[in-house]
């Protein structure tokens, strides 16, 4: 799938998530945990595996962004939690080797087809993430079209645009460009 997300900075989560609610109803309690992974020298991720409230997601991204958000060709399968450490183990045997560490936890929801996260990422504070996923074949239209629906909706709920964020969480929790 094509994934189309913006991610923004958020100064009160509380409030956000007051106004989210006003629109979603009461959101799912969300925890993951994310270990990525790349070849040794390399200085951007190959892929995750998260730990996604107890069920295993492998992800790989081919990551485009603008200045209306991300745009990003996502494959992702799941497996047993049970499997991590196989998972793990086969990886490194490819000659992958663990990069770094992301976590998020707060709250979810879905709107129509937008998926909602309010999260505490690391130590870098909280962000309200939104994603809509489309075909791989589908056009620039349809990215941009999505794009403009996220615009309305961080309005909807009072982040003004200059929060939006274009750096990659990579970048900010391995402080680079710092």
Known sequence: ?????????VDDWAIVKERIEAVCGNGNIVSKRDQYFHRPGEKHQAFRIRDNNGSMELTSKQ???????ENNLEFEFAAPIGEYDKAVGFFKNLG?????RKYKNGWEWNIEDVHIELLEVNDLGFFLEMEILIPFNSTEEDVSDSQFHL????????IPKDKVCAKSYRSMILKEGD
């Open 151 to 158: 615009q309305k909706l961080l309005a909807k709920f009072g």
């Open 63 to 69: 990551t485009g962004q603008n200045e209306n958000g």
């Open 96 to 100: 992958y080797e663990p990069y770094f």
């Open 1 to 9: 799938m094509r994934e189309v997300e913006l991610k923004a900075y």
